[in-house]
């Protein structure tokens, strides 16, 4: 009996006031030996997709040796399956900067990137490219005067419907830009995003405050707060204004992490400059996992897959998957099932 048939099958019935569905207990046993082949098929699917991407290496493909699992066979002689290899998992980095100038090659060893650019001139370099892990944003940098100067509110929407990542963008009191300045900006920025929901990458150096009230003001889908430094209040009024919190490790021991953003809203960062290797950055990323593994108390693979996670829930809030890079986007589907990721790099 296939699973259609078998869901065919059912009878009704009135008790009371309810109305049940029943079906034959052997009918219902195939039809959940049905449900686990076809997760069987899943997770092998899964396994080999990532045997690929390792270029044949079973190791680090998060493959185990048959010869290490096979005492623990029980007595249905079904090998226990493990949770899904984290080694399956790239190391995700939700704020860093990459030198357009790079080939993909060289950025090839970098992990998963929210790659934020500095101003629209950058940006407009690198909204066309397609690195298979890479998502490439548009920015304009509260600190640097001349992307401040040439900031153009259309050219923003222009470049930002082609990305699902618009960053980095803020407001910082120690800049050289005068304030009004960078307030304009970033106004007529957020304006731009609060009609084109994306991950929006937030620097507020020193202007915490004016960043939550900006916010307030003008809300928008999706906020993600890069090296918060905000007090417990501050902190707690940004969770309600729906924002997350890419952490990094210059940050990641501060208490607020633990006692007011909520887990689900966490992302973590390198911050990682234009000349800084890029491979470093999953090293750098690992570091900031066991420092926030250590606050929330959790494995520091959950961290990782956390951070999956909740990345998948902000691409689907803003709609955002199909300007993704498709790898991008079967990873963001490996970790959370309701991701349909077939869709093509819209470059
Ligand atoms: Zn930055």
Known sequence: MTGLEMLQSVQYVTVGDRRLAVVEADDWE??????????????????????????????????????????????????????????????????????????????????????MTLSLEEAALVVGRCDPHIAWGVGCHPRKPRSQEAFDVQRLRELAQRTAVVGEIGLDTGSRVPLEVQLRTFRQALEVVADLPRLVSIHSYRATGLVIEELRRRPVAVPVLHWWTGSAGETREAVALGCYFSIHSAVARHSKFRTAVPPERVLVESDHGYTDPPAAIPCRIEWVEHLVAQQLELDVQDVRRLAWRNLATIVRQTGTLGLLPEPLAALLAQVSPDVDHRMPCAG
Not at 30 to 58: H, N, P, Q, S, Y
């Open 30 to 115: 195939a039809m959940v030996e049905w449900l686990e082949t076809l997760e069987d098929v899943e997770i092998a699917k899964e396994a080999f997709a990532a045997l690929k991407a390792a270029g044949g290496d079973r190791e680090r493909a998060g493959w185990l040796r048959w010869d290490d699992i096979k005492g623990g066979l029980n007595s249905a002689g079904t090998p226990s399956i493990p949770s899904p290899p984290t080694e399956m998992l790239l190391s995700l980095d939700a704020h860093a900067h990459l030198d357009p100038a790079r080939t993909a090659d060289e950025l090839a060893g970098s992990g998963a990137v929210l790659a």
